[in-house]
């Protein structure tokens, strides 16, 4: 967590002609792609901020009272990488092509969708590191064990069965807002939450989630971040979290 400025921010800012810095951005948002956005008009908070990260190629066009229009890192996971890869140029810029991606690789094989689509990028395209990834699997299969044990009441070695262990993963959405909170001071989070009464994706019709994810689980993460924030090194979070709100995370250092 205290190496991703230098991993994420220094290439960034010397990308964009910057000088040099070790320190957090002052204020980010982590926009979310709930349906609850819909019922919103965070655009110009969104906006309001240094850093605005988008996920998954989310578009903004006609949404921009909802989600606003400002975007400075697209955060995608290689599936994404993936499907743009296979246009012409690598079109992976729905936000224009000076904004930089940064992204996980969830299969192997999309590491060939790297080495073509980086050298047409004017924008730096950086993939998470490994550790980090695994810090952000950790963490999440933790509170999904925990979950699972304490709503189902049946023993934790059944949680491998219940959630197709081999397949489960973190969502983009988490380890976007882990990325926050490694290179930001504030960080707000917007589009977070499910409701019956919103679609699943503010900007598309799909209708249900992907089983590979427990987005319950991460829910209850980041209660105890906003709720329960613990001494550290790293950040404390101070914030009254509710369905469909912006949510001020702050590092406490």
């Known amino acids: 967590m205290l190496e ?43 906006d309001s901020h240094e850093i605005v ?32 890869a296979r246009r012409e140029g690598c079109f992976c810029h729905p936000y224009g092509r000076t904004v930089p991606i940064v992204m996980y690789i969830c299969q192997p094989v999309h590491f060939l969708d790297y080495t073509l689509c980086n050298s047409s990028h004017r924008a730096p395209l950086l993939i998470t590191d490994l550790r980090f990834d695994v810090l952000c699997t950790r963490i999440v299969k933790y509170y999904s064990l925990k979950r699972f044990v304490e709503v189902t009441k049946r023993p934790v070695e ?3 069965s219940a959630h197709d262990g081999s397949l489960f993963h973190y969502s983009s959405g988490m380890q976007a807002i882990m990325l926050a909170l490694g290179i930001c001071d504030k960080v707000s989070i917007f ?7 919103a679609k699943h994706h503010y900007h598309t019709n799909q209708k249900d989630e992907l ?6 689980a991460e829910y209850d993460l980041y209660r105890d971040l906003v709720e329960s924030p613990q001494k550290s090194d790293n950040s404390g979070i101070v914030c009254h979290l509710r369905e469909g709100h912006a949510c001020p995370y702050r590092n406490k250092n």
Do not use: M
Not at 16 to 42: Q, W
Not at 191 to 197: D, E, R
Not at 211 to 216: F, G, I, K, Q, R
């Open 158 to 160: 059944e949680w491998v």
């Open 53 to 84: 990260i988008r996920l998954n190629n989310a578009r903004t066009g006609g949404f921009e009272r909802n989600v606003g229009s400002k975007t400075n890192i697209s955060f995608v996971n290689s599936n994404i990488l993936h499907l743009c």
């Open 211 to 216: 089983h590979l994810h427990d987005y319950e």
């Open 4 to 46: 991703l400025v230098s991993q994420v921010r220094v290439p960034i800012d010397r990308h964009n002609g910057l000088v040099r810095s070790e320190r957090r951005y002052s204020s980010c948002a982590v926009v979310g792609n709930s349906g609850i956005l819909l019922k919103s008009d965070y655009g110009e908070l969104i």
């Open 191 to 197: 589009g977070f939450g499910k409701s019956t009464s």
